[in-house]
């Protein structure tokens, strides 16, 4: 801290430009809060609320398992490599 507050003085010296962050900060921060919470959350603006209605929330298709279209054609693969006598692999697997 001590060589950052020099280097600062330096170059408001140099620059001819006095910094003065921290009461700026100070200023910015005197007279406001943070909303008050409770431990279910911040309440939310119409606007918001209206927005996050707007979001579509697909299904997990992991949770739901495999379709029945999928299903089908594992079944049928199966049926097929018995028939045949050859098991096959798809490229990649």
């Known amino acids: ?19 003065e962050l921290a009461v700026q900060l100070d200023a910015d921060i005197r007279g406001k809060s943070d909303p008050i919470c409770a431990s279910s959350g911040c309440p939310k603006s119409e606007y918001t609320e209206a927005e996050e209605a707007k979001i579509v929330q697909y299904p997990d298709p992991h949770a739901q398992g495999l379709d029945s279209d999928i ?8 049926a097929a490599s018995d ?9 990649g697997y």
């Open 83 to 91: 028939r045949l006598g050859h098991n096959w692999i798809p490229e």
């Open 71 to 78: 299903i089908n054609t594992h079944t049928h693969e199966a």
């Open 1 to 19: 801290m001590i060589a950052t507050n020099k280097n600062l003085a330096d170059s408001e010296k140099n620059l001819g430009h006095h910094w």
